[in-house]
C-alpha cells in the first residue's frame, strides 16, 4: 500500500487554532498602534501651527485675530499660509476639524483637537488616557495630552 504524503485534519486544525491565538493578540494591538499614531499626528500639527502663530505674534506683536471666538483653524489661514506656514494642517489624525479658541484683542489662544469620535471638549488639563479625549494646546505648551496606556 502506497503512503500519501499531506496534512492530517487534527495537524491543520491545530494550525488554524494556533493563528487564530495569534490574531487575537495581535489586532488589538495594531489598532492601538494606529490610534497612537494618529494621536502624535495631531499633537505634531497642533505644534506646527502654533509655531507659525508664534512667529506671527513676533512679527505683529499680537496673535491672528478672527471674529469668531471659536472657530475652524481655516479662519486662520490668510494670516499665516504661505510665510509662516508652507501648508496649514485644517484636520486632525481623525479626519476631525482642528479648533481655535482666541480673545478678540489676540493675546491668547488655544488649538484643540476633539479627538476620536469628535466628542472631546477641552476641559480638565494634564495627562488624558483615553483617545476621545481633546488633545489642548494653549498659549505655548500643550494643556491636555495624552500619556501612558491609552484605552477605547
Known sequence: MKRQKG????????????????????????????????????????????????AYSVDFNFYPKVAVASASVVAIDTYITPTFIKRLPTNDGWNQALLLINDSAGQSYTLFSQAKGGAGTPGTGGPKTDFADAIVFSNGQFYAWPEGMQTN
Open 7 to 54: 496534512f492530517t485534519l487534527i495537524e491543520l486544525l491545530i494550525v488554524v487554532a494556533i493563528i487564530g491565538i495569534i490574531a487575537a493578540i495581535a489586532i488589538p494591538n495594531l489598532l492601538n498602534a494606529i490610534n497612537r499614531g494618529r494621536q502624535k499626528r495631531t499633537m505634531s500639527d497642533i505644534r506646527s501651527i502654533a509655531t507659525a502663530m508664534e
